[in-house]
């Protein structure tokens, strides 16, 4: 009995009355029925394996850390992402740094070679379902020996030779449409592990960016802390000249200064090492960047409230595990296609003489056809191992794609949950500030009068420097918390009021 596949890939039986064999009223010759049985198998046979269905997973509708002073998302649309996320804080320098990492650097090159590299492989797999047509010629002029006994021997014969060939192998079981669906799984893979490239590179310029005008604003507040320092020396040896001061408060302000000086050369180290990276990320050696207050940079932008946790479905590591799955799942049936017997078609014709100028005659014509069969028999189940090792490579897939979808998922959560506290924070760093300034001035005033020693003028300064410290790294913080919920939402998200205007 024949068997047939249906659309979900299972093997039928057919109907009673569909039995091969079996003459029906107006039927054709047994001959004529091989051939289109041929043709309907090759054009529309079954594809066996399973077809793709996105597996379901579990997680909450949106994110629980909305900021306080979060805009309410008023539809789906009001937080689409933006994959260009680095244009939103609204600084030229930045945009113009992450343009020139994503144009030269030397990782999104490589990722840009591989995508190329998968895109050919894909269209390998699709050529492989069409009939390959070859021109063969030859000349030939041969001797045949006159010693040997045999009829014309000592002749000398001319053969010209002109042909196409072809060959296709018949598509029954669909193995050959799964590896075209496996390899075009891969090439949009590909193109998602570039898009991670490019999101990890331009998060990387940002928080380098950031990190490189913090340690400007650093190095600006100790170098005044040094001249304080130094202007404060100075009057202390005054003060001893006159006979107001003591040596121990000449050896506490020196210690205080060397103290400033040595912070400064390591900021100063820190800073270079930053650019450096830059100039790597940007693929500029020698980038110089000019000193630049991270106060100028605009508010960083605050993600609306209740953003939905399908927007992970855009994040591109997410894609690309998905991608593999079908990949893995596609090759599941070119596994299970290659247990049944597989049929080719080969071709050939063209013309053959002894002349040339009679080559093209009818006469000279010559042709073949060939029908190959290759009907697996006995392998030890090597066949059947092949299929299991390909179900097992889909479970793992779809493993890596479960937990990439529960690792973004965590990733979004950890990265507005950072933010919150930053932005928590940033009153009392602030009101830290101020205390610790108008101590400083009371302990300056209470200094000048005589009330209270250098050492207590030398505690103060040193809290009004680490809580003016604290506030840019505060700053940093926010900035830094940011940038990395675009990258773990795979981009940006676009601001309620810009989708309210794009949808009018």
Request: glycine share 8%; net charge neutral; proline share 5%.
């Amino acid at each position: 009995m024949t068997t047939f596949c249906s659309r979900d890939g299972a093997l039928r039986r057919p109907a009673d009355g569909a039995v091969m064999g079996r003459k029906a009223p107006g039927a054709v010759r047994p001959g004529a029925g091989l051939v289109a049985w041929l043709a309907v198998g090759a054009l529309a046979g079954c594809a066996v394996g399973p077809d793709y269905q996105r597996p379901q997973i579990a997680l909450p509708a949106q994110y629980p850390q909305a900021l306080d002073d979060a805009v309410p998302a008023q539809t789906p649309t009001a937080a689409t992402v933006a994959p260009d996320w680095w244009t939103q804080f609204g600084d030229e320098r930045l945009t113009h740094l992450v343009e020139r990492a994503l144009a030269h650097n030397a990782d999104i090159l490589q990722a840009v070679a591989r995508v190329e590299q998968a895109e050919a492989l894909g269209m390998q797999a699709d050529a492989a379902r069409w009939p390959g047509v070859d021109a063969q010629g030859s000349a030939t002029r041969s001797r045949t020996s006159a010693t040997t006994g045999q009829a014309g021997g000592g002749s000398t014969v001319d053969r010209q030779r002109l042909a196409l060939s072809t060959g296709f192998e018949l598509d029954f079981w669909g193995r050959l449409r799964r590896a075209s669906e496996a390899a075009r799984a891969e090439v949009l893979a590909s193109r998602y592990a570039q898009e991670v490239v490019r999101q990890t590179v331009a998060g990387l310029v940002a928080q380098g960016e950031f990190a490189l005008r913090t340690l400007d604003e650093q190095i600006a507040l100790t170098r005044e802390t040094l001249r304080t320092r130094d202007e404060s020396l100075r009057l202390l040896r005054l003060r001893l000249e006159h006979g107001l001061g003591s040596r121990l408060e000449i050896a506490q302000a020196e210690g205080a200064r060397a103290e400033a000086a040595v912070q400064l050369n390591e900021l100063q180290r820190q800073r270079a090492e930053v650019q450096a990276q830059l100039a790597l990320l940007v693929g500029e050696p020698g980038l110089v960047l000019e000193a630049a207050p991270v106060r100028d940079l605009p508010r960083p932008p605050v993600p609306p409230a209740g953003l939905p946790s399908a927007l992970l479905e855009r994040r591109p590591d997410v894609r690309q595990a998905e991608q593999q799955l079908v990949a893995a799942q596609a090759q599941i049936g070119v596994a299970r296609a290659a247990l049944f017997p597989s049929i080719a078609l080969t071709g050939l014709a063209g013309g053959e003489s002894a002349a040339l100028s009679d080559l093209l005659r009818g006469a000279s014509r010559i042709w073949t056809l060939g029908v190959a069969l290759d009907w697996p028999i006995f392998d030890a189940g090597l066949r059947r191992a092949r299929v299991e090792q390909a179900e097992a490579r889909q479970r793992e897939a779809l493993a890596a794609y479960q937990g990439a979808v529960q690792t973004a998922f965590k990733d979004v959560a950890q990265a507005l949950a950072n933010l919150r506290a930053a932005r928590e924070s940033e009153p009392e760093v602030l009101a830290a500030a101020r205390a610790a300034d108008q101590a400083l001035d009371l302990a300056r005033r209470r200094f000048d009068a005589g009330y209270v020693g250098h050492l207590e003028l030398l505690d103060a300064q040193r809290s009004a420097n680490a809580a003016q410290l604290q506030v840019l790294s505060n700053r940093r913080a926010q900035l830094a918390a940011t940038v990395e919920v675009f990258k773990a939402l795979g981009g940006g998200w676009t601001p309620p009021d810009a989708a309210a205007t794009a949808a009018r």
